[in-house]
């Protein structure tokens, strides 16, 4: 619970240097003395405390800087931006609304890919009954240490114990067995979006949490072959999501053996660099072979009469992914949202001094705003006269919103408009007189949107490459960790090595990756020849 | 229990003489002998029984006829149309892909509403302290007897039980509490779409399930009067939900005393007149008054200075609303589903007897589906060669869909299609020779679906209207019950005298309308002047 209950902050409440560093930075241009900041020691502390607490608001406080303290960062982010907040439960997290519309762009598209890709949502309850998790072996191991229980119901002691689902494997199962009968009900593909319970003991918003949000996607084959290419598949619609979408250049791979999800033959994944080099492990799919099949007597009748065993799949990605892009695009000046996931990606903002000046600005800024909506973009006018335009501009910065457009009286005869780039900060992100004729503003605006996508992407990708070492030996990958840094390196050594690699370094196998190097390969660790490299990194 | 455990059942298996009825019934005009059938015998049994059980899934069956057993022809209709199935936890459902698509075009229509009211999502913690239960006093009394708790965590028993949210009231104020501060930060208006648990003991696919899927809303407003619209708003937007996209004449009104929500204020109301007669509360927005902000000192400080508790509301619609569609517009043919909430609105058949044929036929039925598919319509075409076209009829009669397009050999040469309505059988509801030009066919398509829209409203109302009897005494209420229709009339009388009618005649009020009639009223219990008068009914 250490994150969760607020490591000691290096803010400006705890050290005025950092502060003045950050206050100062380069990078925060704009800061203004009135920059209200709602800093990590903000979110709520985890009591049931009802006294009313007076927060001081209205401060002046920025967040961490990421060099300096990249956890604090990270927690002041999310204060700040108001993503989330601490649940009263120790390790629950309370999505807020503009968190939780950064979920709802990733469901929006994830939605449209699953049923394209010929998939039904449905929903199954939570509570599944303690004797299924027993049933396929290693799937009680993985889960049972995390498991929360439903032990009274009514106001009676049940006679068995109810799991709260850490994943559903088990009761789709149950399920698909009493409604696969013959190869005519196959292939049996569906989806659900739902909360998950894991009781984890280290927790971190978004990253790691006791109830979190996902999809779970599970399908049931009538060949090994179809379960294995639908595996692959959903691996490569959440590898296109994270490129196409969160600009998020993950590597994507197959798990090792011994990261392997309990109950699965293979497990696919995509793994993402985070902007301390530690991975995030942001979606997996799994090939569940015919275990759970076997464990659930899920058994179809196929053509020639013969009564089999169905090959499965299941796949998910989850709010965790709103971690990573925090995590792989924030800079010192707060969040910085990829333009297709992010809930605004225009902010406008009118600037007036004189009363007579502030229709005409205001009614311009409106109109502008109109003509964005109806060409389908996410724009948001903030006209609010408690705050200096100021100060405005770096609220909306630390929200992380791509492009902000000012509009001014100047503007307002000219009939144009400046628009700056939250990814390039100062002079150098700004335009000035781009016209507000529709026809001339709204391709501008989509060019820019996607600009400020891959110049993220691009960024994302120089940074992940220019971290990861190939290493031929042990003690290169010792190195090459001990600096932070990812290590690729061929790999055909046993599980025990695999183990004694996480014990000494505290890197895992994070994947082998599809992508792979020709030639022939020597394991980094016994010198036997290899087939495969594999990626080894500290994660999340 | 007892809905859950399948009832002895009026079907074919049981009755021969009511299939007999069924299979010959005026109203079932292309029953097949191959129908499929699968009865509510499928509905799989609530064991953890592992068995794979062969299916007898190709029988000729038929749908216990509404008429004859209503609770048997609903779950017969719930298990054919593969909306839902049981989940292995007693009183617990699997919502099926066909029952879910109809909850997600439900969230689809609300989600924009309560946007364009000013309400963001968000998402809360389901795991409640179970001393936040506690605080409110007719709130813990409420749902004390339907609470499931988690015990143990991780492993290991918890210090302090934890709630599984059977409404959000408690956590929500807990976080309000953390984040209103001053006047500026009312109104706060949110919305969550999220599963809650009630562990109730009589259970009904849909109806009342152990878990469900619903949307609750939140809002903490600076006065009284602003809470009371918002709860006013509220039931407005599902009034016309009701009414626009499930074609359904609810009643809207306020509860009584009694029959309010636990820990609110008031509660107003939407009532539904199934097929049955019984009503369904089918959407509550609830005033909450200060209730919940003095429980959690859930204070602001307004534009005076002074620290106020805010004025609360809370409303919601959930999985429910979909077995009131089922049991408002259903009939002996299955499920009849109103066309803005239907998953598929058109369903195509392709007719073709010879092999030359066929490659026409198939081409101009998909050509058709694309032209619908462009404007916007929720299409299918089923190409299927297992199944004969009158099999086809039958079965998209039973899931619902509001239109059946033909197209056979002869509709390719005339370049026209046959359109039949599901909710017209036979000859009256079948037109011969639209033209399939898109410029005709769009149009006429959009056209027929509002038709049968209006003409599912206007069938449902006069069923209610004829059903509603109004009454000036307790005795003429005693009448209409027991005649299973309902009762309108006249009320002042104390909570005691209601509670007797109750006891006495299995009747609630269901709400005191917002439509009153003009003039002087006398109560029909006391004969003392009333202002309103009271729905009085049996419920589900």
């Not at 190869?183 to 978004?206: G, H, S």
């Not at 009363?355 to 600005?361: I, Q, W, Y």
């Not at 973009?377 to 910065?397: A, H, L, M």
């Not at 042990?474 to 932070?484: H, V």
Request: charged share 25%; aromatic share 10%; hydrophobic share 40%.
């Amino acid at each position: 619970m250490g994150a969760l209950r607020l490591p000691a902050l290096t803010s400006i409440f705890t050290s005025s240097s950092s502060a003045t560093a950050a206050r100062y930075s380069p990078l925060l241009p704009h800061r203004s003395p009135r920059f209200r900041r709602l800093s990590s020691a903000n979110l709520s502390a985890q009591s049931t405390d009802q006294k009313p607490r007076v927060q001081d608001k209205d401060k002046d406080r920025v967040i961490t800087p990421r060099s300096q303290d990249f956890n604090a960062w990270y927690l002041d982010v999310i204060a700040n931006a108001e993503l989330a907040d601490y649940g009263p439960v120790r390790g629950t997290m309370v999505i807020r609304p503009y968190g939780y519309s950064i979920w709802e762009a990733i469901q929006d598209y994830l939605n449209v890919k699953f049923k394209e890709t010929g998939h039904s949502n449905m929903y199954f309850p939570q509570f599944i009954p303690y004797s299924f998790i027993e049933k396929e072996a290693s799937h009680v191991e993985g889960f049972s240490p995390e498991l929360a229980l439903v032990t009274i119901g009514g106001g009676k002691e049940l006679e068995e114990k109810l799991v709260v689902r850490p994943t559903s494997e088990t009761i789709v199962n149950h399920m698909f067995t009493q409604w696969i009968h013959s190869y005519r009900d196959l292939p049996l593909m569906i989806n659900q979006w739902a909360n998950v319970t894991r009781w984890e003991m280290r927790t971190k918003p978004f990253i790691r949490t006791l109830e979190f949000l996902w999809q779970e996607g599970h399908t049931a084959h009538a060949t090994a072959d179809e379960a294995e290419k639908e595996a692959m598949q959903m691996i490569d619609v959440y590898t296109k999501f994270a490129y196409e979408q969160a600009a998020i250049p993950v590597i994507a791979g197959r798990k090792s053996r011994m990261e392997t999800f309990a109950g699965a033959s293979k497990t696919y994944t995509i793994e993402a660099m985070m902007g301390d080099k530690k991975a995030l492990q942001a979606g997996t799919s799994h090939n569940l072979g015919q275990n759970f099949s076997r464990a659930f007597g899920t058994q179809f009748t196929d053509e020639n009469g013969l009564r089999q065993h169905v090959w499965q799949t299941s796949w998910a990605i989850s709010t965790r992914f709103v971690g990573g892009i925090i995590m792989t695009h924030g800079d010192d000046a707060g969040l910085l949202l990829p333009p297709w996931l992010a809930p605004i990606q225009v902010i406008i903002i009118p600037i007036w001094k004189k009363d007579n000046e502030k229709t005409g600005v205001l009614s311009t800024a409106s109109s502008v705003k109109e003509i964005l909506q109806a060409a389908g973009v996410k724009v948001k006018i903030d006209d609010s006269e408690q705050k200096t335009p100021g100060w405005k501009f770096n609220f909306y910065e630390m929200k992380g919103v791509p492009l902000r457009i000012e509009i001014g009286p100047r503007d307002v005869s000219s009939g144009s408009v400046v628009i700056s780039r939250r990814d390039v900060p100062g002079k150098q992100g700004k335009v000035f007189g781009i016209s507000m004729e529709p026809s001339t503003l709204v391709p501008y605006i989509k060019n820019k949107l996607t600009e400020v996508h891959s110049s993220l992407l691009e960024r994302a990708v120089l940074f992940r490459d220019s971290n990861i070492v190939d290493v031929c030996s042990y003690n290169e990958l010792k190195e090459a960790i001990s600096q932070g840094k990812w290590a690729r390196g061929p790999w055909s050594a046993s599980d025990s090595e695999e183990l004694k690699v996480k014990e000494e370094t505290g890197a895992t196998i994070r994947c082998f990756p599809f992508e792979q190097p020709e030639g022939p390969k020597k394991c980094l660790m016994t010198g036997i020849s290899a087939d495969e490299v594999a990626i080894f990194a500290k994660s999340y």
